[in-house]
């Protein structure tokens, strides 16, 4: 069964401190892998998007990694902002069909204090 | 900013009554899509469309139904709305033929059903 499982499920950090979020997937055959923003209330904006041959991959104080070997992705983001508050999604997208059916973490709600 | 339009943001409806989403993109994409998200939980696929007069049912079971009449409107109707309809729903849209293609969201639609 394609599955992708987020950890942890919510954390919360201050501001200015690092922090890395975890997405483990069982999509097959597998595609590419997207990191989504949802500000809460709102519709998710992609962050990054890695294929299969991407080890890593930043965007700004974002910086995503992969181990198609592992299935494994990890979002780093590095001095925080209270703007960074909000749920981020893993996407992973497979290769078995013309759709390009994308399968949903449950995201980490993410909180930075001041 | 991505080009893709809900309205309307928020609806509070009584049982019973006929309701319809709207969802409108200028980016000229094929493919559009309907997911309803609950507090907390992942999205989940309940329609989608490669073009006009093509619908397909997602993966999750919706009593609601869809039309793609033109390229840039794929409205979501609930003939009967109850209770348990209520949850936020997501348009998105994605170029066909880019299996790796960024899906673009709108901002959802927030539906309580009393």
């Known amino acids: 069964k394609n599955q992708v499982e987020q950890s942890p499920q919510s954390l919360i950090i201050l501001e200015g401190k690092n922090c890395t979020l975890q997405c483990n997937y069982t999509v097959s055959p597998f595609s590419n892998l997207r990191w989504y923003k949802q500000d809460t209330g709102r519709g998710p904006v992609s962050l990054t998007i890695?294929?299969?041959?991407?080890n890593t991959k930043s965007n700004g104080r974002y910086t995503a990694t992969l181990d198609a070997d592992t299935k494994q992705s990890s979002l780093h983001i590095t001095a925080s902002q209270l703007s960074d508050s909000a749920s981020y999604i893993c996407?992973?997208?497979?290769?078995?069909?013309?759709?390009?059916?994308?399968?949903f973490g449950r995201g980490t709600q993410l909180t930075v204090w001041p | 900013e991505a080009d893709i339009y809900q309205t309307p943001r928020y609806l509070v409806i009584g049982t019973g009554k006929k309701i319809t989403l709207e969802c409108s993109q200028t980016m000229g994409h094929d493919k559009m899509y309907w997911y309803q998200q609950d507090p907390g939980m992942e999205l989940h696929l309940i329609h989608y469309s490669y073009g006009v007069n093509s619908t397909e049912k997602g993966d999750l079971s919706s009593e609601s139904t869809v039309s793609r009449i033109r390229t840039e409107h794929f409205p979501l109707t609930l003939e009967s709305a109850r209770p348990s309809h209520t949850s936020q729903y997501l348009c998105?849209?994605?170029?066909?033929?880019?299996?790796?293609?960024?899906?673009?969201f709108g901002q959802g639609t927030r539906l309580t059903v009393v």
């Open positions: 996407v992973v997208s497979d290769r078995g069909s013309t759709l390009g059916r994308l399968y």
């Open positions: 998105a849209s994605s170029a066909i033929g880019s299996v790796d293609g960024e899906a673009f």
């Open positions: 890695m294929t299969f041959s991407e």
